[in-house]
Every structure is written in structure tokens, then in C-alpha cells.
Nanobody
């Protein structure tokens, strides 16, 4: 069983930055991918970003492209989500996800492992 441990959420004002982290309990291998989803109240969980571990390829939703950046520390089996220019509409619970989604990294059902979620609130 893989455990994902998230940290870094909080409450900030619009325009601020936050960085989330997610550590995996086991070493990564093959076509492993890690990513982030978010779920706002009353809405479905949505894809934010993901990274394939073998080649570092990254993917972003249109709503965060240019503002958010996913990165990794291979030695620590950890993925980071740097969020810049935060907007009120970014308010949500952010979930780390990991697994073997293949080429299509966007469906939440493609990931077998999930973190507990961390709240990000952006408000005046």
C-alpha cells in the first residue's frame, strides 16, 4: 500500500502564493505519475496538474497553466505544487494523487492512491 502525505495548505489573499508538497511512502518506478486534483464545495473533483516520473513530462489544466508549477524531488519521492497569483476561484481542497494513469493523466479514476487532502482558501 502506498501512502501519500500532503502538507502546505492555508488561507491567503488573492495574488499570493502557496506551495503544497506530497511525499510518497514508496519509491517510484516505471510509468508512475503523481499529480494534484482539487474539489471545491458543491463541485466535482477536477484535474489540476500531473507529472510522469520517468521523464518529468508535465500536464496542466487550462485554469492553472502559467500560474501553477509542479516539480519533484526524486530522492525524497516528493512532488510539489507551487501556486502563484492565486485567485478566489482556486479555493478548494487539494488532493495529491499517484499511480499508473498511462498517457491520459486527467481522469481521477486513473489514480490508485490519494492523499488526505489539504484546504486552500483564497479570499480578501
Amino acid at each position: 500500500q502506498v501512502q501519500l502525505t500532503e502538507s502546505g495548505g492555508g488561507s491567503v489573499r488573492p495574488g499570493a502564493s502557496l506551495t503544497l508538497s506530497c511525499a510518497s511512502s514508496r519509491n517510484t518506478w516505471g510509468s508512475w505519475a503523481m499529480g494534484w486534483f482539487r474539489q471545491a464545495p458543491g463541485k466535482e473533483r477536477e484535474f489540476v496538474t500531473a507529472m510522469h516520473w520517468n521523464d518529468g513530462s508535465t500536464y496542466y489544466s487550462d485554469s492553472v497553466k502559467g500560474r501553477f508549477a509542479i516539480s519533484r524531488d526524486v530522492d525524497k519521492n516528493t512532488v510539489y505544487l507551487e501556486m502563484n497569483s492565486l485567485k478566489p476561484e482556486d479555493t478548494a481542497v487539494y488532493y495529491c494523487a499517484a499511480g499508473f494513469p498511462g498517457d491520459d493523466v486527467r481522469p481521477s479514476g486513473a489514480y490508485a492512491y490519494w492523499g488526505q487532502g489539504t484546504q486552500v482558501t483564497v479570499s480578501f
